[in-house]
């Protein structure tokens, strides 16, 4: 099988920005587009120009400070919007306007109250418009995940014959199971006239947690563009992660995908996204979250100390965090803490481990963790508890040998 380059289309700054108290104002937005264009995203949605004037000149700034990576600013179908994305683009080397219309009946009866032949006319109409600003146009059928297949086709082939380059097909409310949505792509790939002529773009959010399954399922199916964002934020329950599918792409070289990501930098710019937008990350979030690579309970930890890959199936290295930590708490074991201690260069012997560790687990049922500083005040206890029985540690000594004498 060929090995398939799947388009990384980051939509931090647009939909990720989206959420309700993240707003990025144009020095942060330039600041996260540059670490994407670092990371090696595809294309960047540097965000909606119409909605405020803001908006519009962080999209022409962007244009600006960004060279390798394509611009794409988006606008619903209506001149007004597409002809802004156009203008904010002019710097841009390589601009895209992402244009669409909901497709879905819902849609088309309760936000339009239209038919989908007028829809279609509309779809076609704006991308012909965006044509005259620019080359490449992506068309989006907005609540694509609740739309007949049937008629999703037709508007495809519409809008391929009006000039779209790429065409997103949203699972606007995460509707989508991972298997129907893998369909619904599959189903266009075998159904529209033209299909091969253009890249179809997965765009899912996360209401059932299946964002990332779904664009997975997405690019399986032929799909070529997965639209994402760092640390998943978005509306609502937030869009597909980006270091999620870019790692599972990575982790699993059968799938004969592969993106131009450079993963060692996906840690940092989850920092950066996370501080600029105030958006904490779950600390148990695939990748980014700070327990991804940390290991707390003995049976874990004893396995980690002996070979990383025995509770890890992904490397720390590869998305830029230096090491796995061993975190000490109540249900940490012997192993857990004589590593601990050894990184404090302290190497214990068998009875003063197990004199330590009875220290460690009085602390250890009264805290969530146990820090460094607090280790050392437990060598101190086993010291002073142990008069008679001293454990000896020479400070002066680099590597410290503690002995029960
Ligand atoms: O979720 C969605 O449908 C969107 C479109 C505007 C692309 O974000
Ligand atoms: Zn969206």
């Known amino acids: 099988m060929e090995n398939n380059k799947i388009q990384i289309f980051d939509t931090t700054l647009r939909d990720g920005e989206q959420v309700p108290g993240c707003k990025l104002n144009t020095k942060e937005k330039i600041k996260i587009a540059k670490r994407l264009e670092d990371l090696g995203v595809d294309i960047i949605e540097a965000g909606f120009p119409t909605s405020s004037p803001g908006d519009y000149k962080s999209v022409q700034e962007i244009s600006k400070s960004v060279s390798k990576t394509i611009v794409c600013a988006l606008a619903r179908a209506v001149e007004k919007d597409i002809e802004l994305a156009g203008n904010a683009l002019k710097y841009a080397k390589k601009p895209r306007i992402h244009t669409g219309i909901g497709t879905s009946n819902c849609h088309i009866l309760y936000k339009f109250n239209s038919t989908q032949e007028k829809i279609i006319e509309r ?5 012909k418009y965006a044509k005259k600003f620019v080359e490449d146009v992506e068309f989006y059928a907005e609540d694509a995940g609740r739309t007949d297949n049937n008629f999703l086709a037709k508007i495809c082939e519409n809008v391929i014959k009006s000039g779209a380059t790429v065409i997103n097909i949203p699972d606007t409310t995460g509707y989508c199971l991972p298997e129907e949505y893998g369909k619904k792509i599959r189903f266009l790939k075998e159904n529209v006239t033209g299909i091969h ?5 997965t765009h899912c959010h996360n209401d059932l947690g299946l964002a990332t399954a779904n664009s997975l399922f997405g690019i399986i199916n032929g799909a070529q563009q997965v639209e994402c964002t760092v640390n998943g934020i978005g509306e609502r329950a937030g869009n597909t992660s980006l270091e999620e599918i870019v790692m599972i792409i990575k982790q699993n070289p059968h799938l004969n995908f592969f993106t131009n990501i450079n993963t060692k930098l ?6 950066l996204v996370s501080d600029c937008t105030g958006m904490k990350v779950q600390p148990n979030k695939a990748i980014v979250g700070i327990n ?4 707390s309970s003995g049976i874990h930890q004893d396995g980690i100390i002996k070979r990383r890959e025995t509770y ?3 490397n720390p290295e590869d998305v830029g965090i230096n090491e796995s930590s061993i975190i000490l708490t109540a249900r940490s074991g012997r192993a857990a803490l004589a590593y601990r201690y050894k990184k404090l260069g302290y190497s214990l012997n068998k009875r003063s481990l197990d004199l330590i560790y009875s220290i460690f687990l009085h602390y250890a049922d009264k805290k969530k963790e146990i820090t460094d500083k607090e280790l050392k005040i437990i060598l101190e206890k086993a010291n002073l508890n142990n008069k008679n029985n001293k454990i000896l540690h020479s400070s002066n000594k680099k590597k410290r040998i503690i002995n029960v004498v």
């Open 266 to 271: 996906i840690s940092s710019i989850s920092y």
């Open 197 to 201: 002529k253009i890249v179809l773009s």
């Open 123 to 127: 779809a076609k109409l704006s991308v």
């Open 292 to 295: 991804a690579f940390s290991h």
């Open 312 to 314: 890890e199936s992904i």
